[in-house]
């Protein structure tokens, strides 16, 4: 399976965007993905998870209430609409899929990665 994530850019604090990331070469219908984030000299971070079915979603602290991920119908493709971005949200963003660690936050976890999508967030 690879996963190709897309949808990063460039974008004033304050803004919004919606990355997506989607499967090819296989499918995720039965994976639970994450999207992680990792800023130059920082160490990669959880930021949000969704089940399969995906009746289950966690969010990192830092992007609760503007952050929301989802996954299409077909469960082969998941977004993650980011509003009110600061700054600190500047990061390239992965996204992941793990077939059995269900929604967690630890990134080792996670069997297939994607390329990642640079988001910046200008003040």
């Known amino acids: 399976v690879q996963l190709q994530a897309f949808g990063g850019g460039l974008v004033q604090a304050g803004g919004f965007l919606r990355l997506s990331c989607a499967a090819s070469?296989?499918?995720?219908?039965?994976?639970?993905m994450g999207w992680f984030r990792q800023a130059p000299g920082k160490e990669r971070e959880f930021v949000a998870a969704?089940?399969?079915?995906?009746?289950?979603?966690e969010y990192a602290d830092s992007v609760k209430g503007r952050f929301t991920i989802s996954r299409s119908a077909n469960k082969n493709t998941v977004y993650l609409q980011m509003n009110s971005l600061k700054p600190e949200d500047t990061a390239v963003y992965y996204c992941?899929?793990?077939?059995?660690?269900?929604?967690?936050?630890?990134?080792?976890?996670?069997?297939?990665w994607g390329q990642g999508t640079q988001v910046t967030v200008s003040s």
């Open positions: 992941a899929a793990n077939e059995y660690g269900s929604t967690t936050y630890v990134y080792a976890v996670y069997e297939y």
């Open positions: 070469g296989g499918t995720v219908s039965r994976h639970h």
């Open positions: 969704i089940s399969w079915n995906p009746a289950s979603k």
